[in-house]
């Protein structure tokens, strides 16, 4: 069956669409791209050239080798990865309750838990940081991870919950029946059955986490301290006209580990997403 | 997992006795009770420590009446105001037809469509701060990527996107907090729509319906739910955060693109206004709560799914 003119003509009207908005999602990123590459003169050629015509690597070695810029990296990686640990640590145990125990007003509990989910740390901001100096958290990894868990909780339990749903619930109560416990039930059945699940969780919380600003900028004010988008906002302040090519490379270096774990495990991550909406 | 357990998967298809099953169902008893709340324990936990007393603090810290009063009448409070009503207002309305618009396309089949999705989530998956500044590049009046294009390619001398006028810089915020935000809705609305069960579609093609109509009498209805529960979860989201614009316009020119949010943050960190600040908090945490209750009032209870 061939399409009518009128219907290929909308075709392509849409693919052309999408061409230009192609070009509007992926720009900022080569631009950042093409600036990390130039040296200094390069930036303010009148005309400038998207390609830059002597391309160099010395901004990244110079970011790379600075004192405070590798102990950013750092900072971020550890807290991004021990917030997605921590995150399965108190979610999935939730996650499971949520899915199996037909508690009393379980439907309100999860509506509290949503409603929560879109608490943001902004209109928290004063009382968060009054509690936090007063427990004496201020300043340490500890405090601002725990923080970090208690936001990215909600999602997370969701995601799992629906995760948890989809395994059969006759597979407890046989294994209940054998006299396994809930506890060993749920360790040694549930969890290596929800193994796609919880990956992704954890890919959404460490992406998550990577990217947390507000929170750190909070309640990290030591230098040595400051994980990765603390440190390039810190970087864009002390911004002159000779360093662009260096906060480029810089802030090149802080999305490129989110872009490339989420190119390599996208598969993963938007089925949990569409799984967790289809629910939710 | 030992060889039992696997052996006493086994055991699905024999019937269970009654008797468990009905004490399953109701209520819970005895250990599973104690169960469920060693299940819950560390949620519930974290989450009272550090969201729930926080947000009470903060209610508590931001009770005095008068402390509003005072605020109704500052200057830039107002200006702020009237800034983030057209925001929001446009931001969160174009989001939301851009992901409607831009989900029926990723519905299409074929790898290049599935490649072009992955690379419409990329500004999701970014850190926003970083993506921010080469957008604040790209817009920068004598050098940016954008002038020069619109220089190079058809002659014309473009304006100081940032800096000049308010419009332009409201307008190059709200487009930017849209690159970053449309695609996560997007994804959300694709999972809407493929749950629309297909039949419906096919029923619609028999009796001669047209694209339009299948939209209108089909596709709306049925995402109708989603659409409503999403616009308010975008409301909260969009009002509380100004990363774009701090990157962009730092709130500029004047007070052009200064948002409550953005207000919010430079009481603190910027005047060291604690008192201020927390006044502000509670009223963005007002804000946030009375749209999250009209937010659970419209979702589907358990039932009902």
């Known amino acids: 069956m061939r399409a009518s003119p009128a219907t290929r003509l909308a075709d392509a009207a849409s693919y052309l669409f999408m061409l230009v908005s192609l070009a509007f999602f992926a720009a900022p990123l080569l631009w950042l791209l093409s600036l990390a590459l130039r040296d200094r003169r390069e930036i303010y050629l009148g005309v400038a050239r998207f390609i830059p015509k002597h391309p160099t690597l010395d901004n990244f070695f110079y970011v790379l080798t600075n004192n405070a810029f590798p102990i950013y990296l750092w900072n971020g990686l ?24 037909d508690f009393r007003m379980k439907g309100a509990w999860m509506l509290a838990l949503l409603a929560f989910q879109m608490i ?3 209109v928290i901001m004063v009382p968060l940081y009054r509690y936090m100096n007063w427990l004496g958290l201020v300043d340490t990894h500890f405090g601002a991870l725990m923080v970090y868990v208690a936001l990215g909780c909600p999602l997370a339990c969701w995601l799992l919950k629906g995760a948890i749903d989809t395994i059969p619930r006759a597979l407890d109560e046989a294994a209940m029946m054998d006299g396994c416990s809930r506890f060993s039930l749920f360790w040694r059945i549930i969890v290596p059955l929800a193994v796609p699940g919880i990956a992704s969780v954890f890919i959404i919380s460490v992406i998550a986490g990577w990217s947390q600003f507000l929170v750190p900028f909070l309640l990290l004010t030591r230098t040595d301290l400051m994980p990765i988008a ?4 810190t970087f864009q302040g002390l911004e002159s006209s000779t360093s662009t090519q260096l906060l480029a490379a810089a802030c090149l270096i802080s999305v490129l580990p989110a872009i490339v774990v989420f190119l390599l495990l996208q598969r993963l991550i938007l089925s949990a997403m569409t799984a967790g909406a289809v629910k939710g | 997992m030992s060889t039992d357990t696997l052996e006493g998967t086994g055991l699905l298809v024999r019937p269970r006795p009654p008797l468990l099953g009905r004490m399953w169902r109701g209520g819970l008893q005895g250990s599973e009770w104690t169960w469920a709340i060693a299940f819950t324990v560390p949620y519930i936990a974290l989450f009272l420590a550090f969201v729930a007393y926080p947000v009470a603090f903060g209610a508590w810290l931001g009770r005095d009446p008068s402390l509003y009063f005072e605020l109704a009448e500052d200057p830039i409070f107002q200006r702020t105001i009237v800034n983030t009503i057209l925001y929001v207002g446009i931001a969160v309305n174009l989001k939301m037809f851009g992901a409607l618009l831009l989900s029926g396309f990723f519905m299409r089949r074929g790898w290049w469509v599935k490649g072009l999705l992955l690379v419409f989530v990329l500004p999701w998956a970014m850190p926003a701060l970083p993506a921010f500044i080469s957008i604040h590049w790209m817009l920068n009046g004598e050098w940016g990527l954008f002038n020069n294009f619109l ?3 058809f002659g014309i001398e473009g304006p100081g996107w940032l800096d000049t006028s308010r419009w332009l810089a409201l307008g190059a915020v709200i487009t930017s907090h849209i690159w970053k935000w449309m695609p996560f809705w997007t994804v959300i609305l694709l999972a809407g729509r493929m749950a629309i069960p297909q039949e419906l579609y096919e029923a619609a093609e028999v009796d001669g319906a047209s694209p339009a109509q299948r939209l209108i009498h089909i596709t709306l209805p049925q995402l109708r739910p989603a659409i409503v529960v999403n616009m308010i979860l975008i409301t909260i ?5 100004f990363d774009a614009i701090i990157s962009l316009t730092g709130g500029g020119p004047g007070l052009a693109t200064e948002v409550i949010s953005l207000y919010t943050f430079n009481i603190v960190f910027r005047n060291y206004d604690l008192a201020g600040g927390s006044v502000m908090s509670a009223l963005m945490l007002g804000i946030s709560l009375t749209l999250a209750l009209a937010y659970a009032a419209f979702l589907p209870t358990e039932e009902e799914r």
Do not use: E
């Open chain 1, 78 to 101: 550890k807290l991004a990865t021990l917030s997605g640990i921590g995150v399965l640590i108190v979610a999935l145990p939730a996650a499971y309750a949520f899915s199996r125990f």
């Open chain 1, 120 to 122: 943001s740390p902004l």
């Open chain 1, 230 to 233: 603390v440190g390039v906002f």
């Open chain 2, 151 to 153: 220089f190079n390619v």
């Open chain 2, 237 to 241: 989201q969009t009002m509380n955060t």
